[in-house]
């Protein structure tokens, strides 16, 4: 074991036949997770340690990609970065399986419920079902914690070998305080520890409790979901609250009966599961001439090896959670000799593993954007599509939903993007306006024109004109939808379709991309 994915970590001597720039690439990507999604060229400089002619090559090439987008002096990661953990999720299923499940517990228990695998000696969380309330969980899909403060970890050690505790022990005695998991509160190195102990406890019960490890105030109790056949953990599945609610006694008298039954529920899912095979998806496609086509456009400013060494972790999916190098470089189109190099650097890094001749994804791989991107909202994904479209047209963008219940239907501003004019519209977030009377309600209502747009002429004030496209979940539901506001004086209503319909598409397609991505293992809100 060695310590969490960090933008210090790769310091460690890569193998000779790693990808150099790829190493750096990770670091760029774990030190933007760990600063919360954004960081300037400078922080990711001192953060580490490259030079800024190196910071500024990467991010570009990242920025290539959709990774991170700039913004001003800073780099910003985007929601296609989570397409990387977003195929180790798929890879490893559990979320896909078992969510329902987790979730329907939280909503029963009116209590967070989360699923967490282990990460060498911390656990990492797959799945979480928070409640929204002025207190609750702040944990993320991705997040690390130490395994010693928290209730799934006393799960997972009862599985360790003698190496395994020996570097657990090497990891506390260099990081007394929990330096290197920014998502707990920093440790007292003088504070009891007796998680071997409890360790021990639960091979005899089976369940563990945190009473207040992590922080005071937070409660867990946590039950093993166990792999069929083997009988090894696959993922624990916890329900978290706090001591105002319950205490860490009354989670073992009257919730964890509950959550067993959940569990045993879950393993019977993995049962049936096991029993036929997850039919793979397809794999990506043309990314080996996208990137010699990137090159070639940008020249040095973009690194070939970063890129098509990012590539190889998306090969990786429902179907796909263990390749052999062949398969990687025929789903990925690279060269087998970059393929492997790729896969040597990964194993360095520790976020692939080898079994024989067969690869696969690590939870690390969360690592790389996750956290700060699952919880996320589609207005957050909308408001830099919308700015940049109102830059592009000199017009005003909004984004709106249907708000739940009306009758008459309204709609809601959820996020707007004013543009630089004297004469513009001002229409502020949190906006209600019949549904009716605008495009935005139109088009979400369905009822739009044959080219699948939605039109309003002057109806909701003299003088105003807009155009309005939906944008659809994953189901293919029109779940909100973005428009241009002009003056019938800057644009007829032949224009709004021949010059500003073409880019409202191409947004709504870029949301919708953004939507798709970020809410296949996650719940997006509206606002």
């Known amino acids: 074991m060695t310590a969490p994915l960090s933008s ?67 780099a910003v990661l985007t929601p296609r970065v989570m397409e990387l953990g977003n195929a180790y999720l798929a890879a490893l299923r559990l979320p896909a399986l ?75 005695a260099a990081d007394p305080t929990d330096a290197g998991f920014p998502a707990v509160p920093p440790r007292n190195p003088a504070a009891a520890d007796d998680f071997e102990a409890r360790t021990e406890e639960t091979r005899h019960s089976g369940w563990a409790l945190d009473d207040q490890l992590v922080e005071p105030g937070l409660v867990a109790v946590s039950v093993p979901v166990r792999e069929p056949g083997t009988g090894r953990i696959a993922c624990v599945a916890s329900v978290v609250s706090h001591t105002s609610r319950h205490t860490a006694a009354d989670l073992r008298e009257t919730l964890l009966p509950r959550l067993r039954t959940a569990v045993t529920a879950m393993e019977a899912e993995l049962r049936e599961a096991g029993a ?15 990137t010699t086509a990137s090159k070639h456009e940008l020249g040095r400013d973009f690194v070939e090896s970063l890129a098509r060494g990012l590539t190889v972790l998306t090969a990786f999916g429902e179907g796909r959670s263990a390749l052999t190098l062949t398969d990687v470089a025929k789903a990925t189109g690279l060269a087998r000799a970059t393929a492997r190099r790729a896969l040597i650097t990964y194993e360095h890094l520790g976020l692939v593993t080898a079994d024989g001749r067969e690869f696969a994804l690590t939870p690390r791989v969360l690592s790389l954007g996750y956290p700060p991107l699952s919880r996320t909202t589609l207005s957050r994904l909308a408001a830099p599509r919308l700015r940049a479209l109102a830059d592009r047209l000199d017009e005003p963008t909004a984004l709106a939903v249907l708000v739940p219940g009306t009758d008459p239907a309204e709609i809601q501003y959820t996020a707007v993007a004013a543009a630089r004019r004297v004469l513009t519209v001002d229409i502020t977030v ?19 024109e044959p080219g699948g747009y939605a039109l309003a002429d ?10 309005a496209v939906p944008v659809r979940d994953r189901a293919g539901r029109p779940v909100a939808a973005v428009n241009v506001a002009t003056h019938a004086a800057r644009r007829t209503l032949a224009e709004c379709v021949s010059e500003v319909l073409p880019a409202l598409h191409a947004t709504a397609a870029q949301v919708q991309d953004d939507l798709h991505i970020a809410s296949r293992f996650t719940h997006v809100p509206q606002a």
């Open 8 to 74: 210090s970590s790769v310091a460690e001597q890569p193998p000779a036949e790693a990808v150099t720039p790829l190493i750096r690439g990770v670091a760029v990507l774990a030190a933007l997770t760990e600063a919360g999604g954004t960081l300037s060229a400078s922080a990711l400089e001192r953060r580490t340690g490259l030079a800024r002619s190196t910071v500024d090559r990467i991010t570009a090439t990242l920025s290539r990609m959709g990774y991170v987008r700039p913004d001003g002096r800073d």
């Open 98 to 172: 078992l969510d329902g499940h987790a979730d329907a517990v939280a909503d029963e228990l009116d209590e967070s419920v989360s699923l967490a695998v282990a990460d060498r000696d911390g656990i990492r969380f797959i799945h979480q079902a928070t409640r929204r309330r002025a207190m609750s969980v702040s944990f993320r899909i991705g997040d690390l914690l130490p395994a010693e403060r928290t209730a799934p970890g006393a799960l997972f050690a009862a599985e360790w070998t003698e190496r395994e505790w020996a570097d657990w022990r090497a990891r506390r």
């Open 276 to 290: 036929r095979p997850a039919e793979p998806g397809p794999p990506p496609s043309g990314l080996a001439v996208w």
């Open 430 to 448: 949190g906006t209600r306006l019949p549904a009716s009377r605008t495009a935005l309600g139109r088009a979400l209502l369905g009822l739009a």
């Open 458 to 467: 002057e109806e909701l004030e003299s003088g105003l004109r807009s155009i």
